[in-house]
């Protein structure tokens, strides 16, 4: 599980990372100082926990931004101000939680969270904007670069449009590996791999770089310990 923890005070950032770890330490944890950080990195998270006052842009309008490239984040602010819990509502914050935080109270909250998350990853869909196009995550098998373009090959059939593998990897979830600079694999596809390839349930072949070799194993076995399912 992927989870982010956004506050300009470093003490208040150490604190939930060690409450996390204890209680989630197969996670894994970003930590940013502002939102533009959180913003700039692109990278999906399946909870964000979220300071509302921060020097530059603060936890509301950074939470309205992430909200429109991803709908299904699970948003927990963290916070010693009481009169934003409106606004937090109306963003479809999960929790808002105060300052100073209660341990027990954020084990709960960790723990219905980390369960809503995967609730919503069950059903995760990502945008197509080229084409107006709602995909689920569940049919991608492969996603390929072509030069400015990217193939999306699903379990139907295969969707070009212009992208960058960078800008699609930060929409997706953790059960996708970039294996090789052209191709990006949906592990829950993966038949059989070897030391230079890959073959999906379609029966195509697509390159693993040889010296991703041994993370990648490492990758798809721990999507496999995590609730990930294969069709090997």
């Not at 069950?122 to 945008?127: G, M, P, S």
């Not at 030069?147 to 992208?163: A, C, D, L, Q």
Request: contains cysteine; hydrophobic residues 40%.
């Amino acid at each position: 599980m992927d989870i982010a923890v956004v506050d300009d005070e470093k003490a208040i950032r150490e604190h939930i990372c060690r409450l996390i770890k204890r209680q989630k330490p197969e996670s894994r944890i970003k930590v940013y100082a502002t939102g533009e950080e959180l913003l700039a990195s692109g990278a999906f998270f399946d909870i964000v926990f979220l300071d509302v006052r921060m020097c530059g842009l603060n936890g509301i309008e950074t939470a309205r931004r992430l909200r429109e490239r991803q709908e299904d984040t699970v948003l927990i602010f963290i916070t010693g101000i009481r009169e934003y819990v409106f606004d937090a509502l109306d963003l479809y914050a999960f929790q808002y939680l105060l300052k100073p935080v209660d341990e027990k109270k954020f084990a709960k909250v960790l723990d219905r969270a980390g369960k809503e998350a995967a609730k919503k990853k069950e059903k995760r869909e990502i945008f197509i904007k080229a084409k107006n196009l709602m995909l689920s995550e569940a049919d991608i098998l492969y996603i390929e670069s072509r030069g400015k373009k990217v193939e999306m090959h699903t379990v139907r059939e295969s969707i070009e449009i212009y992208g960058s593998m960078e800008e699609l990897g930060g929409q997706l979830g953790e059960g996708f590996y970039r294996c090789h600079r052209a191709y990006i694999v949906n592990m829950a596809h993966i038949t059989e791999y070897g030391k230079d390839s890959i073959l999906l349930a379609n029966g195509d072949s697509v390159y693993l770089a040889k010296k991703k070799y041994g993370e990648f194993v490492k990758a798809y076995m721990w999507y496999l310990q995590n609730g990930g399912v294969s069709c090997v």
